[in-house]
């Protein structure tokens, strides 16, 4: 209101207020109550409104036992077939609205805070994670699969396979073949994946539980539960040397040969200070 009472010689009323969302009644109304205060007087009292003691009265109705969960629109109605009328279902709402108790009148079970679970590691080769994204081959709906298992602390690949099927036995070879060549001893090693069918096999389950690996997954219908493996895959998909389509598996695989080497050994990562996953691992 201060706005439009400060407008310039140049502006009208209507075209401010229809900027502003105001209606010119209200403007009027609230102009002519700042300049006649003796003329405003305070809203009379119904003459049929409940007194102090009949408020109190309803107010002690709804706190009963077999009200105190019920919302007003259900007391209303078990009042009426009582044949007992002490107000309407809106005052009701008023009566609890002045008392502050507006809100969830139910019994409801009260959640624990749950907080988002997070991977952490503190050197290498305490956390992996790992997972599995398509490769366009040269026939539409025709994919390789390929593989990589990640360590989160340093980004470095420990391992990494590129095949023509999704399969929970070539992931379980993957993987003890990358415990091996990292040296990973019992109680070592935890290994994240999201919960696809190959990471959640029972092969896979018996093998890590065969080497003491701690294994764990993402929340169900959460996608951004392994963010470092989906991190990776974006920076493979969007090196500019990635084809559109891979004319066999052994193209594909010559392709990862350059890019997990180059990953390794010469991509110097935001997330490590850009020094390289080797330099860290």
């Known amino acids: 209101m201060d ?7 140049g502006l009208g009323v209507a075209p401010l207020c229809r900027a502003l969302d105001v209606p010119r009644a209200t403007l009027y109304r609230v102009r ?6 003796a003329q405003s007087r305070p809203r009379p009292k119904p003459a049929r409104a409940l007194s102090a003691d009949e408020r109190r009265e309803v107010l002690d109705v709804l706190h009963e036992p077999r009200f105190v969960d019920q919302p007003p629109a259900q007391v209303y109605a078990a009042l009426l077939d009582e044949e007992r009328y002490l107000c309407s279902e809106r005052t009701m709402y008023r009566i609890l609205d002045a008392e502050g108790e507006v809100r969830e009148r ?8 749950y907080a988002k679970p997070e991977l952490l590691a503190t050197g290498p080769n305490e956390v992996w994670s790992w997972d599995i994204t398509k490769l366009k081959g040269p026939v539409t709906w025709t994919y390789f699969y390929l593989y990589v298992i990640l360590d989160i602390f340093s980004r470095y690949t420990v391992g990494w396979m590129v095949a023509a099927c999704e399969s ?5 070879r993957l993987i003890a073949e990358s415990c091996a060549k990292q040296e990973i001893v019992r109680e070592q090693l935890t290994l994240h994946a999201d919960r696809g ?5 029972k092969c896979v389950a018996q093998l890590l539980g ?13 996608s951004n539960d392994n963010p470092f493996s989906e991190s990776q895959f974006k920076t493979l998909k969007y090196r500019p040397e990635f084809p559109a389509c891979f ?3 052994q193209d594909a695989r010559a392709f990862c040969v350059d890019f997990f080497a180059w990953y390794n050994t010469q991509h ?3 997330a490590l200070g850009w020094l390289t996953p080797e330099d860290i691992h």
């Open 197 to 201: 069918s190959s990471m959640r096999s």
């Open 168 to 172: 929970a036995a070539l992931a379980r």
């Open 3 to 9: 706005t439009i009472a400060a407008h310039g010689p």
């Open 268 to 270: 110097h990562h935001s």
């Open 247 to 249: 004319g066999c598996i």
């Open 106 to 113: 139910r019994n409801q079970l009260e959640h624990p805070p």
């Open 32 to 37: 002519h109550r700042e300049q006649n205060p």
């Open 210 to 222: 065969d080497l003491g690996v701690t294994k764990t997954h993402s929340r169900p219908h959460v």
